[in-house]
């Protein structure tokens, strides 16, 4: 059973960083893709970035990779989202999505991944 755990998630001042984790468990191999996506109110989810964890491959959606990077632990099989500069437009609930089809994990950064976490809320105050 795969299981997708979340965390870093707070209230930032504008101009902030944060970094959020995405542990996952329950791959039998490193073939896997992991995306990042958040969804503001009112709003569609939005791709962020994934990474093709075996390989370290990674995409970014449009300006994203500005501010954002996204990283794997050594070892631990967790991906991390590193924000940097953040806005009050940044305001949402941040999701880590994962899945072995590693392909999904490509240039759109779609959300067509088998596998949620819960979410973890950032909030940017201006």
């Known amino acids: 059973q795969v299981h997708l755990v979340e965390s870093g998630g707070g209230l930032v001042q504008s101009g902030g960083s944060l970094t959020l984790s995405c542990a996952t468990s329950?791959?039998?191999?490193?073939?896997?893709?992991v995306g990042w996506f958040r969804q503001a109110p009112g709003k569609e989810r939005e791709g962020i970035s994934c990474?093709?964890?075996?390989?370290?491959?990674?995409y970014y959606a449009g300006s994203m990779k500005d501010r954002f990077i996204i990283s794997r632990g050594n070892t631990s099989h967790t991906v991390y989202l590193v924000m940097h500069g953040l806005k009050p437009e940044d305001t949402a609930v941040y999701y880590c999505?994962?899945?072995?089809?590693?392909?999904?994990?490509?240039?759109?950064?779609?959300?067509?991944?088998?596998?949620w976490g819960q979410g973890t809320q950032v909030t940017v105050s201006s």
């Open positions: 999505a994962a899945d072995p089809r590693t392909s999904l994990c490509s240039a759109d950064v779609s959300p067509r991944y088998d596998y």
């Open positions: 329950g791959f039998t191999s490193g073939y896997y893709a």
């Open positions: 990474m093709r964890y075996i390989s370290g491959r990674t």
